[in-house]
């Protein structure tokens, strides 16, 4: 059964396994165990939203079996068959209101595929339509892609990376489906309905849709297919019909745009270029207020080394003629620095520099052996966590 797996997902499972593990370790280390906090409100949560999902499908949709469309339940148990599931999922019908969709889900350990009443119809004249969608989901059972997305969650919102696994895992659940029917034509018909419709598909040109596919390489179509977690039907109804063929190369500059945006999932590009601006506004709001503070204290650093040979000449002053000078001047200091901040003296030869970011204040003390040296604090217009490490307070004597 190995040759129903897309060659791609089991290097990508492995690297979004590996990455996404490695990421819920670093949270629950580094939140002190808050993560797993967090974890445990989303999994009550998810029960929440999937016990409504599964009520709702049990409520209103159809059970398949012997007696309620049998002619259906017996495409869902031969495709179990060629799959080799064992353990049958419950498989529904449910109204699609239009949509032409299957899906598979679980909960609670108990696996379902729902068919939608859109595609049952437009597949009514296909013996083999069904087959398809009906393998297409087991293959996701099958393969655990929804049982295994928690560890994976945080890798799958890389750019490139995250998309290239989805993409990966719908390939191979497009080869299950394949092995549900009874030709690759047959597959590659059903598939055609997403696209040509309930009725159009019946007319359809497989061969002349196929050779659509060599429009995917140029840079915009690259582009959206590198964000998005299906890769474009074309090329999905080509590979069903030979799954060796291939694919026209994409277009080389469009992995440069697609890296920088996130994958958003079904939700496609434009969301993951939301994303983006989301996550760049978050870091613009974290980053922008780090870089003025890192600013301010260049610049204060600054005036702390321009001013220094100010303090030196009041030390020696004080010193020489053990009494504070009337003002800088008397000490043969100009009162304004290199940087255009203004400096004044009080009568305790306490030295305050006003800059354009605020004031520095320069406190005199004696240490041990007489000697003066500067304590440094915050003045009117700067706080303390603006002050550079060259700023620091020392005990006054």
């Not at 009443?117 to 059972?141: C, N, Q």
């Amino acid at each position: 059964m190995n040759q129903l797996i897309y060659p791609r997902e089991r290097t990508l499972g492995i690297v979004t396994l590996v990455l996404g593990v490695i990421v819920w370790l670093a949270l629950i280390v580094g939140t002190f165990g808050g993560a797993l906090i967090a974890l445990l409100f989303g999994f009550l949560l998810y029960l929440f939203i999937q016990s409504t999902l599964i009520a709702h499908i049990k409520g209103n949709g159809v059970e398949l079996s012997e007696l309620q469309f049998p002619d259906l339940y017996r495409q869902f148990t031969d495709c179990c068959e060629k799959l080799q599931i064992k353990s049958r999922p419950q498989a529904y019908i449910l109204n699609g209101n239009g949509g032409l969709n299957a899906f598979a889900t679980k909960f609670l350990g108990t696996q379902y595929v729902v068919l939608m009443t859109d595609v049952v119809d437009a597949m009514d004249e296909h013996d083999d339509g069904v087959s398809f969608y009906i393998g297409h989901e087991l293959g996701h059972l099958r393969m655990k892609h929804i049982s295994g997305g928690l560890l994976r969650w945080p890798a799958l919102w890389l750019p490139l990376l995250g998309a290239a696994y989805s993409r990966a895992r719908e390939s191979t659940c497009d080869r299950h489906g394949l092995a549900c029917c009874k030709s690759p034509e047959g597959a590659a018909r059903a598939l055609s309905a997403l696209a040509a419709g309930v009725e159009r598909w019946k007319k359809l040109d497989v061969e002349a849709y196929l050779k659509q596919s060599s429009h995917s390489s140029g840079f915009w179509m690259s582009f959206h297919e590198l964000t998005a977690g299906y890769p474009w039907l074309t090329k999905r109804a080509a590979r069903v019909m030979d799954i060796e063929a291939s694919m026209p190369k994409r277009n080389s500059f469009s992995y440069l745009l697609a890296a920088f945006i996130p994958f958003a999932g079904r939700l496609g590009s434009g969301f993951g270029v939301l994303i983006l601006v989301y996550i760049i506004g978050v870091l613009a709001a974290v980053a922008i207020p780090s870089y003025q503070q890192y600013t301010i204290k260049s610049e204060l650093a600054a005036t702390i080394i321009y001013s220094q040979s100010a303090r030196d000449a009041l030390g020696h002053y004080y010193l020489n003629n053990k009494k504070i000078p009337d003002s800088l001047n008397v000490a043969g200091i100009q009162s304004e620095l290199i940087d255009g901040s203004l400096m004044s003296l009080d009568h305790n030869m306490v030295l305050t520099i006003s800059t354009k970011r605020g004031e520095l204040i320069f406190t005199p003390a004696a240490d041990a052996e007489g000697n003066i040296i500067w304590g440094c604090m915050n003045g009117k217009g700067l706080s303390p966590e603006q002050l550079p490490p060259s700023c620091i307070s020392v005990e006054i004597k």
